[in-house]
């Protein structure tokens, strides 16, 4: 079994429902996107670009985006900081919390910004 889907697995729930659910969720969306384990969590990849990590930490699950500096400002509102300066989140405390339409679209967005740096110059 790939070390990532363990990962997703051994988690307790509702931790486990809600990777899963964004398992699924991703892997429709960007069927190119490869599951790879990284400094110890789930991160996908296309190529040799990171597009996001899933990470089960303390009450939530947070789905962090590398190329959030280029997504559309109108996914602000959904997207968190907290004392980052590049990398910002997607957070779900249950499965109620995500909304498929919103993740989807950020996604599709983030598969368009693949070949973008990490960070966005002025």
């Not at 659910?21 to 400094?39: F, R």
């Not at 990171?50 to 500096?69: E, F």
């Not at 559309?72 to 957070?91: A, D, M, P």
């Not at 499965?95 to 990490?118: A, R």
Request: glycine share 2%; proline share 4%; hydrophobic share 35%.
């Amino acid at each position: 079994m790939n070390p990532a889907e363990a990962y997703i697995l051994k988690q307790v729930e509702p931790y486990k429902s809600i990777l899963l659910h964004l398992q699924v969720l991703v892997e429709h969306t960007l069927p190119e996107a490869e599951l790879l384990y990284k400094w110890r969590i789930p991160c996908y990849y296309i190529g040799k670009r990171p597009i996001c990590y899933l990470n089960q930490t303390k009450d939530y699950v947070d789905v962090g985006i590398w190329h959030s500096a280029h997504l559309s400002e109108k996914w602000n509102t959904y997207l968190i900081t907290e004392k980052r300066k590049v990398v910002k989140s997607l957070r779900y405390k249950s499965l109620e919390d995500i909304n498929d339409e919103i993740f989807i679209s950020i996604m599709k967005e983030l598969e368009s910004l693949k070949e973008e740096g990490f960070y966005k110059r002025s």
